[in-house]
């Protein structure tokens, strides 16, 4: 059976750095980067607990390949497909967490 999979970018308060991950549950993952559950990874170290940007794909794969592709290009183009979803840059976890 495949599973999906999404893409996602997370900030910091003051947006100075940008993370890209991808994740099978995002729910799940987005709570480990909120509450430091891998202490010294990036977004620890970074401090980046804001969810402003993320996409779902029918099969992890394509998640990949599209994380890998946003890794790629250059800061620009990822503000731009935050600012096309949340131009606010609000954090978009809770949307999940009333679901």
Same mark, same amino acid.
């Given at each position: 059976?495949?599973?999906?999979? &999404?893409?996602?970018?997370? *900030?910091?308060? =003051?947006? +100075?750095?940008?993370?890209?991950?991808? *994740? /099978?549950?995002?729910?799940? =993952?987005?709570?480990?980067? #909120?509450?430091?559950?891998? /202490?010294? +990874?990036? *977004?620890? =170290?970074?401090? &980046?607990?804001?969810?402003?940007?993320? &996409?779902?794909?029918?099969?992890?794969?394509?998640?990949?390949?599209?994380? #890998?592709?946003? $890794?790629?290009?250059?800061? $620009? +183009? #990822?503000?731009?497909?935050?600012?096309?979803?949340?131009?606010?840059? $609000?954090?978009?976890?809770?949307?999940?967490?009333?679901?």
């Amino acid at each position: 059976m495949e599973r999906g999979g &999404c893409v996602y970018i997370m *900030t910091n308060k =003051r947006q +100075s750095v940008l993370y890209i991950g991808v *994740t /099978s549950d995002i729910v799940a =993952r987005i709570w480990e980067h #909120k509450n430091r559950a891998h /202490s010294g +990874s990036f *977004t620890d =170290r970074y401090n &980046c607990g804001i969810l402003v940007y993320y &996409c779902f794909y029918p099969h992890i794969e394509e998640a990949i390949a599209a994380e #890998k592709a946003m $890794k790629g290009g250059n800061r $620009k +183009s #990822k503000e731009a497909l935050i600012n096309a979803m949340n131009p606010e840059w $609000k954090d978009l976890y809770d949307e999940f967490l009333v679901q």
